[in-house]
């Protein structure tokens, strides 16, 4: 199947939609270029982009369970106040002849 269309001046070419369409291509998706040798290049959808946004969420969502891990101590159940009163030293109660 062969199709015709312009470069712009800024080397932009529009894939016509039925191709798009065919490949299942959406806007702001990555388009694989490769050229063949001589004067034929390869315009395609890349084969692993999804698996590689799944990997990536997959190291993400391990990096975020290893950090809440390492600061599992912190969940008390606690308020705010009463973590930062136990972690400080005792406040003195003034001598009443002070006041």
């Known amino acids: 199947m062969g199709k015709l ?4 001046v800024k080397g932009q ?8 369409d065919a490949l299942g ?4 998706q990555p388009v694989e270029v490769n050229w063949a040798g ?16 799944e990997a990536a969420f997959e190291a993400e969502l391990l ?6 891990h ?12 009463e973590y930062m009163a136990e972690i400080r030293e005792p406040v003195p109660t003034p001598h009443p002849d002070d006041v």
């Open 38 to 53: 001589g004067d034929e290049v390869v315009i395609r959808k890349p084969r692993n982009v999804a698996l590689d946004h």
């Open 63 to 68: 990096r975020l369970k290893a950090l809440a």
């Open 5 to 8: 269309t312009n470069m712009t």
């Open 13 to 20: 070419v529009t894939i016509p939609k039925d191709v798009r």
């Open 70 to 81: 390492k600061w599992r101590h912190l969940r008390t159940g606690q308020s705010t106040d």
């Open 25 to 28: 291509m959406k806007p702001n």
